[in-house]
């Protein structure tokens, strides 16, 4: 069963953790934003700024429509991140997040529980993460915008900010934002989610078959022998960039991560519900969840999604008609995302082929602690332990990057990971 995202009306389940994150977002970050640059100190990595919304309003906060509290973490720390090296226009950023309060939620894809919000133009990402996650993200900051800094073309994920929503009766729920790596105007013809492991990467064929849009797995990369089609040129660039940021992910000890791969095929072209093709590709295994019987129906059909939106809030339906037509300008500045947002295909004479590349490095935000040291342990008795994707970090990047060298075209197959062997 495909599960379609949904847009987020007054009437859906999430919509006051919605409103919230969103005006403390516009409010937090536009307090950073309007205040005059100056240089960064240490203490700016474990600074956070507090804001407590309610109905009445104060001299700090406007007034909301929900009592609520909101954390700004590092907010010097990711404008600059923002503004100096990933190249986002401020009044674009917050006006893609918080013009309207309407977002698309895509229930949670991952086996994580998080849950995934897009912003109205899909340049945005919301992912709502765990407290580990998030105390390692802080903890790793520092090397992260350093590593940014001397690394304006790499694919880790952009992270935009980093904030927390804290409720009435205390539930505390942390998020990041950070880019889509699919853009708005192009359907993704073939998505993968790359690990370099082979236990429990793989997408069932048979279902695959039904579901265009299904995020598939090593396995179903080795069998439908796939290739990264790059010529010398962007081979050489990507692997570089490859081994820096792994150099990075194995220094601060973090696994678990993925390459995402999201396939344009330039001769399929694009079918007209963009929106809709976009909401489809995020693949939640997972039920959704429990709504109000009045929110909006999921369906498989995009018409469908269309209708109930029509019915259930039909100022909603403009949301589609806001899409932008080409890529958002950050992209320009960067190596791999500079082909129509991504990164094109080219031939052994550096020639451009007609398939578009997405990728880059998502869910970098797992350390090695020792739950998964746990879970290795278990594993490591029943299954192989090389084939399993719980490993340690420096293995974990090894593997990784062994694995993708070897999915380049003309790569070296001998790299393959146990039991990703190219089908014989
Ligand atoms: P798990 O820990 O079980 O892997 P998770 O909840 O941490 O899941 P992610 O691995 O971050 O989730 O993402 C799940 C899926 O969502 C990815 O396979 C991909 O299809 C999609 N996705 C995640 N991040 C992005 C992004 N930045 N751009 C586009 N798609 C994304
Ligand atoms: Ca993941
Ligand atoms: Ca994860």
């Not at 970090?393 to 999915?407: K, M, T």
């Amino acid at each position: 069963r495909v599960l379609v995202g949904n847009l987020i009306g007054e009437d859906h389940v999430n919509y006051v953790l919605m409103y919230n994150m969103l005006t403390g977002i516009r409010i937090g970050v536009s307090r950073c934003q309007a205040k005059i640059k100056r240089p960064l100190t240490d203490d700016d990595y474990l600074a956070r700024h507090k804001f407590s919304f309610d109905i009445v309003g104060n001299e700090l906060t406007p007034s909301a429509k929900y009592d609520f509290k909101f954390k700004d973490y590092a907010p010097w720390i990711f404008r600059d991140l923002r503004d100096e090296h990933f190249h986002l226009d401020p009044a674009d950023y917050l006006l893609s997040l918080t013009a309207k309060y309407i977002l698309s939620e895509l229930g949670s894809p991952g086996k994580s529980g998080s849950f995934f919000y897009f912003s109205r133009d899909y340049r945005f990402i919301i992912k709502t993460i765990s407290h580990a996650e998030h105390k390692f993200l802080r903890s790793i900051l520092k090397d992260y915008h350093q590593h940014i800094k001397t690394n304006p073309h790499t694919l880790l994920s952009r992270f935009y900010g980093l904030h927390r929503v804290k409720l009435p009766r205390g539930r505390k729920i942390h998020f990041v934002i950070m880019n889509n790596l699919f853009p708005p105007h192009r359907d993704v013809h073939e998505t993968y989610d790359l690990k370099g492991s082979a236990f429990g990467r793989e997408y069932p064929e048979e279902k695959a078959k039904t579901n265009p849009k299904a995020v598939l797995k090593d396995k179903n990369w080795v069998n439908r022998n796939r290739t990264l089609e790059l010529g010398p040129e962007k081979r050489a660039l990507l692997s570089e960039q490859l081994r820096r940021d792994m150099d990075f992910l194995k220094r601060v000890k973090v696994m678990d991560y993925s390459l995402l791969v999201g396939i344009h095929n330039m001769e399929r072209g694009n079918r007209d519900n963009l929106r809709e093709n976009q909401l489809q590709m995020f693949h939640p295994e997972v039920p959704p969840p429990r709504r109000k019987p009045s929110a909006i129906k999921q369906s498989a059909e995009a018409s469908n999604v269309r209708k109930a939106v029509r019915r259930s809030d039909p100022k909603m339906l403009d949301v589609t008609s806001q899409l932008p037509s080409s890529d958002s300008a950050d992209r320009r500045h960067f190596l791999f995302y500079q082909d129509e947002g991504g990164l094109r295909a080219t031939d052994e004479a550096n020639q451009n082929m007609d398939v578009i590349y997405y990728l880059g490095i998502i869910d970098i935000c797992t350390p090695y602690n020792s739950l998964k040291k746990i879970e290795h342990f278990w594993k490591s008795m029943t299954e192989d332990r090389h084939t399993i994707s719980c490993i340690d970090p420096i293995n974990y990047g090894q593997r990784f990057l062994n694995f993708l060298q070897s999915v380049m075209r003309g790569g070296d197959k001998s790299l393959r990971p146990l039991g990703l062997e190219a089908p014989s």
